[in-house]
């Protein structure tokens, strides 16, 4: 499994998200141009010090990130997606993609891959882009048997 913010724009959004990859052990792949810099305190705040257990690699491009990765099977998650992500089938090397948090992903972008959402009942257009990331990967995890080990906080 492997997550993918396509030209995220809020640092604490993807340090948030880099903390819970270091938690599952899940490689994070970041696809420029980005909204800040690798750098920003925002970025290493919400990241606490967890950044030295992530798996994170800066792509100049999708291109690159699919060059040098080289998926088997891109999931693009949308708000405008049909198919609610508990409804779909995931597979353990899955690259799940969510875009940018202004604009999320064109349809143009996320054609001829399988698409999903997350449902939601309330008066809101999409959630959170780091909240929206972990109930997608672990219901992902959850699926493949991704989680190896119970691991409980003490």
Known sequence: MRIVLFEPEIPPNTGNIARLCAATKTPLHLIEPLGFS????????????????????????????????R??????????????????????????????????????????????RIPIWGEVRS????????????EALRQTDGIVEDNPVS
């Open 38 to 69: 690798v750098d920003d305190k925002h970025l290493k705040r919400a990241g606490l010090d967890y950044w030295p257990h992530v798996d994170v690699t800066v792509h100049p491009n999708f291109a690159d990130f699919l060059d040098r990765i």
């Open 71 to 116: 998926p088997s099977r891109l999931v693009m998650a949308s708000a405008k997606a049909q198919t609610p992500h508990h409804r779909f089938k995931f597979q353990a090397d899955d690259a799940i993609i969510l875009g940018p948090e202004t604009r999320g992903l064109t349809p143009a972008f996320m054609k001829d891959h399988p698409q999903i």
């Open 127 to 138: 959630l959170n882009l780091s909240t929206a990331t972990g109930i997608l990967l672990f």
